[in-house]
């Protein structure tokens, strides 16, 4: 992230998330309302101009991954508040609209963000004239450079109780560091304490013909200020997730055989390079 500036990949992400509610046909793989009215007059004009590439290859694909790891993330979440749970903490939300559509009047919502995207976010909720839920509380904090313990210190997440995490497309742009001291934050969680992210495995481990769409995006990214640094073997990952008890890693084909069966439209997840992971610490009890 460069300082001072609102992260453009939160709202290519989010473009792409809201572009699917009024563009592609039913049914939908993931449900906002709330996805267009965020973007507001600000984004009116980049989310028509997305109309015009919205069945290219790239498109298709980069959409689909977006909302496969969303709906995942909020079936986590489901699962979780289901079994008791109460806390859900967003890490690098971005313009996630989770705590704006909150369906669990129990359920706090921390949303944690760099300070510049996070402040750019509010501005837009406030001008979207959005309500937003007395359930959400908005935390700023750099990982590279701040404690996530002293930033949520004071505000109203109790450590001693479980939480569900997101951590949804923040990964790959975080140093090794940082990475593993967000998950050692949420393994300092009790009990059925659980995480949503995703990773992409190294160059040299996906196949040779989807290398160019990786060096493509990579170089996007890398242009806008916020490059790719961080990649995972999957058994490299199991190894960080060591005291996460149960680990589900999910590849591009097991998330289209879940999300993307029997839909006409060419929307799928391609290629191999990009995981989603539910990791959570004990199982939730019965
Ligand atoms: C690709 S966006 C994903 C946003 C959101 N999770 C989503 O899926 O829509 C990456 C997010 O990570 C955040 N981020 C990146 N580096 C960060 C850092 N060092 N500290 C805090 N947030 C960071 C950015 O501000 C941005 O919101």
Known sequence: ????????????????????????APPLVFQDPVAVPLLGRAYAKALAESRASLHQTFSLAMRAWVLARTRFAEEELAKAVAAGVRQYVVLGAGLDTFGLRNPYPEVKVFEMDHPSTQLWKRTLVAESKLPEPGTLRYVAVDFET???RERLRHEGLDFEIPAQFAMLGVAMYLTAEAFQENLEFVAGFPGCTGVVFDYALPRHMIPENERYARDALAFRVASIGEPFRLFFSPDELRVRLGCFGFVEDLDGEELNHRYFRGRTDALKVRGRSGHVVSARKDPFAL
Not at 3 to 10: E, F, L, M, V
């Open 1 to 24: 992230m460069q300082s001072g500036q609102a992260s453009r990949t939160a709202l290519g992400v989010a473009l792409r998330r809201a572009s699917h509610q009024v563009y592609d």
């Open 146 to 148: 701040q404690s996530l």
